[in-house]
């Protein structure tokens, strides 16, 4: 298992831009897939974004075009830019590494975890 530490939540306007990362440790990082997820009150916890240890992405429907994910396989970090914020987004945001993949689903079965950064957007 690795150690994840999350940052860059915090308090934006709907429009605005803010940018996430995972730090981690351990040297296997690099070879795991990653993922962000989130989880507002009252509902379930959703994949948000996610990245291959070879650098390939996929998206929920509801923030295409408007996040990335990528990696920083010297620097043990994987990112998430947030672009045209909405109210909706609003959640907790988590970090979960070593997802296992079929096809277009990711699974967390045996995921390391991050605490969770807060993102809180106002309208």
């Known amino acids: 298992q690795v150690q994840l530490v999350e940052s860059g939540g915090g308090l934006v306007q709907a429009g605005g831009s803010l940018r996430l990362s995972c730090a981690a440790s351990?040297?296997?990082?690099?070879?795991?897939?990653t993922g962000w997820y989130r989880q507002a009150p009252g509902k379930q916890r959703e994949l948000v974004a996610a990245?291959?240890?070879?650098?390939?992405?996929n998206y929920a429907d509801s923030v295409k075009g408007r996040f990335t994910i990528s990696r920083d396989n010297a620097k043990n970090t994987v990112y998430l830019q947030m672009n045209s914020l909405k109210p909706e987004d609003t959640a907790v945001y988590y970090c979960a590494a070593d997802l296992i993949q079929h096809g277009s689903s990711w699974y967390p079965d045996f995921a390391s975890w991050g605490q969770g950064t807060q993102v809180t957007v106002s309208s």
């Open positions: 351990g040297r296997t990082f690099s070879s795991y897939a």
């Open positions: 990245i291959t240890s070879g650098g390939s992405t």
